[in-house]
């Protein structure tokens, strides 16, 4: 007899499954109506991410096909270059280029990669996805052994990380929604020089290990700058055997 994964999951509807297949839109809509945009900011918000939104491979909006034979001839350094847009260079499963900042309402940014894909960064960090073949829906960060478990910030915001939970919940490629947490630890070296796409940087290498209640462990790197301790490149595998996300920032949002 097969024992039960450890972690809660619910089967979803067809039409629940199609919903968050599609959220991203209405994610958007509801974090452009919670940043009380101006007229002019809309259209530079909308506009602008949706026709760069072909940057990024793996399916284009109608405005980015107009776009796209302009943008793919040259590399992803030379059109962050161009583009005067707040930008990553990212890699998530089947999406793969530059993508432009959608939307900002702090401390969230919203990064549209085409094909009605998103994704989220919270502090910079890895917060959730939609679109995808499986997508991250929420992430959760708690302090551990600081008095201030509470607190709002990450544990790479901390000048020494100290340990910490992370719950985070998914929806897999089955239609099966999944939550699990893990203890997790950063560890920060000495920094050094990092090559970004406009600039070289010094930076923090820091090693993120997770260890799941399952047993199971993930890990990353992120790359954070020592006195604002803001990430500037991130490689981190979402979940037990969900996918790793590549991003590095090219223009920066703050």
Known sequence: MSS??????????????????????????AVLARAALTRAALAIVLLVPLA???CAT???SPLG????????????AARAAEIPFASLALEAEDRSGLVVLGALVEPESYWPTGNRGLVTLRHEGLHATAGFAADLL???????DTGMENTAQPP????????????RTWQRSDELTQRMSA??????AAAEAYALQLATLTLQ????????????????????????????AVEEQAWPGGPTLTWEVARQWW
């Open 4 to 29: 039960a994964p450890v972690g809660s999951s619910t089967k979803q509807s067809r039409p629940r499954a199609a919903l968050l297949r599609v959220r991203a839109i209405t994610l958007l809509q």
């Open 52 to 54: 760069l939104a072909g």
């Open 58 to 60: 793996g399916g284009t």
């Open 65 to 76: 096909a107009i776009f796209r034979d302009a943008l793919q001839r040259d590399d992803i």
């Open 138 to 144: 929420d992430t959760h960060y708690q302090l551990l």
């Open 156 to 167: 790479w915001r901390m000048a020494t990380p100290p340990p910490f939970r992370v719950t």
């Open 183 to 188: 203890t997790g630890t950063l560890s920060c």
């Open 205 to 232: 290498p820091c090693t993120l290990t997770l260890r799941w209640e399952d047993g199971s462990r993930t890990g990353g790197t992120l790359w954070r700058e020592p006195s604002s301790l803001r990430l500037w």
